[in-house]
């Protein structure tokens, strides 16, 4: 476009200076003001493009003024947008120490530590709505031994009340030291029976304690008692689970269920062991009455 305004002018100058036309130089003077009145487009300057180069990035030199996480993602490498962070010589260290070796596949590459620039801002610690739940410490075994005999006792009492409205049974803690006397016996030698190796039965086992009483049943008859053993798996399950296991397979048994309904009883005891550890573990009931 300049060269043609020259020799445009160029020619009218010459005409001028021949013709001294008036025609001429107005014509010329309406040409340069329609030229000077003409916005000028500004060029636009081409920004370089960054393009993934073909060799391997094992060996790859991380351009100057290329955004991290574009240099990144030309190679699928999975990435925290760190999009105002440009190569800085921090960061140009870190890449081509990757670029020595640690690359094996760009595809399925994961950084094995936390790169050098993290992003300026950080969000303020907010408490959790649901802080996570402390460990609970497992009882102490002599505390679930006590709970469970209690969780038992209970639920005997509730059957007794289901079962024609019985009288509770009050707690006897003779009653109740013979029971357990006789269950961690069981647990430790290992034997499921109403008579130790030894032979002895449940009178004995209430005297050794000291325990003497009796109850009348009339015409001048007494019971001196009576007596349900059971054992069951526990391990992983909670007390309340193997308290009613254990009531549930005396009342399904006619014996045991006998013992539990009798009318004429006004105590018990209920003494518990236990044997084995995790899921292994094996509760030993005894339940003596009066």
Known sequence: M????????????SVSVASDSKEVMDELACALKDIATTPVKPVKEKQPQFQPPSQSPKTLKVPKGVKVTQWMDAYGI?????????????????????NSGLFVEPQTFQPPFQPPFQPSFQPPF??????????????????????LEKKIHDLINV?????????????????GKAARGH?????????????????????????????????SIGGGSYLLGAENIA??????????????????????????????LTPVWLQEGIGVAF???????????????C
């Not at 962070?85 to 870190?94: A, C, L, N, R, V």
């Not at 007794?160 to 009653?175: E, T």
């Not at 193997?242 to 014996?255: C, K, L, P, R």
Request: hydrophobic letters at 30%; proline letters at 5%.
């Open 231 to 260: 054992y069951r798996s526990s391990g992983g399950q909670s007390l309340d689970l193997v308290a009613q296991g254990i009531v549930d397979q005396w009342m399904t048994s006619s014996g045991h269920r006998k013992n539990i």
């Open 78 to 98: 999975i990435h925290t947008d760190y999009s105002s962070q440009y190569i800085t010589p921090e960061i140009e260290e870190f890449f081509n120490a990757l």
């Open 126 to 147: 907010q408490q959790p709505q649901n802080p996570p739940k402390e460990k609970q410490q497992p009882q102490p075994q002599q505390d679930r031994v006590a709970i």
């Open 2 to 13: 300049l060269k043609k305004l020259f020799y445009y002018l160029l020619f009218c100058v």
């Open 275 to 289: 044997k084995g550890q995790g899921y292994q573990e094996l509760a030993y009931a005894t339940q003596n009455f």
């Open 183 to 215: 269950s961690e016996d069981m647990a430790t030698r290992n034997y499921f029976s109403h008579n130790s190796p030894e032979g002895h039965d449940f009178v004995w086992r209430y005297n050794k304690v000291g325990f003497s009483g009796k109850v």
């Open 159 to 175: 059957e007794r009340n289901k079962n024609g409205g019985l009288s509770k049974l009050a707690w006897n803690d003779l009653l």
